[in-house]
């Protein structure tokens, strides 16, 4: 099920305001708040290169985090929104939810793939693509699988996966309203060449539109 959620950590801003904000980034920290759950929002701070370096990670939107602060009840949360400055495009505030164990939330769960032994398409040389090694699920907060999984046994080239034919954990479902496809079949690259050459060699041999099939000539002239 959930695996290790990522550890954010924050301090608590004293004082609120333009000028608390402000000192916070003269001191190098980002100023945020954590809001909901029930209880009344908490003023924080985030290290500047702590912040940048889980925003150039990539869906820092879509994460959970684990939540600490000296003081307080480790909490999950997940960002709801990043204030950035206009010129330099750096982070100057950021948002954060505290979640409820009930809470649903959207999340990119990992793609785990098995079966590659006993899949007819692999023995032949044939090639895996993912096309979605993380797919976008809607989750309860409580929980959370570490990842889901495709089950290669039995395909053949030019099969695919698609979402329809992976088994969900319980009360997760996709946010995409179709039946994607997560992951495809494809023949080896050498085949594919050698249908490429022979499909070439097929159309030098035919005779261009408009002409003559030489052997037609010479069965009209006997």
Known sequence: ???????????????????????????????????????????????????????????????LFNMKVEGEEDVRVICRNVQRDVVKDLPTHVDFMRLRRTSKVNLFIAVDVIGEDACPALKKGGVLTMVRPEVELRVTAADIPESIVIDLTGLDIGDT??????????????????????????????????????????????????????????????
Request: glycine share 10%; no cysteine.
């Open 1 to 63: 099920m959930a695996g290790e959620i990522p550890d954010l950590i924050a301090e608590a801003r004293t004082g609120t305001g333009k000028g608390a904000a402000r000192q916070a980034r003269r001191e190098g920290k980002v100023p945020g708040i954590v809001y909901g759950g029930g209880v009344d929002p908490m003023p924080i701070q985030i290290p500047f290169n702590v912040l940048l370096k889980n925003l150039k990670a990539g869906r820092f939107l879509s994460t």
């Open 161 to 222: 996966v698609t979402i329809s034919s992976v088994n969900l954990p319980d009360g997760a479902t996709p946010t995409i309203d179709r039946d994607f496809v997560i992951a495809n079949l494809t023949a080896p690259s050498a085949l594919l060449s050698a249908e490429d050459d022979a499909d070439d060699a097929d159309a030098a041999a035919a005779p261009a539109e408009g002409e003559d099939d030489p052997a037609e000539e010479d069965v009209a002239e006997e």
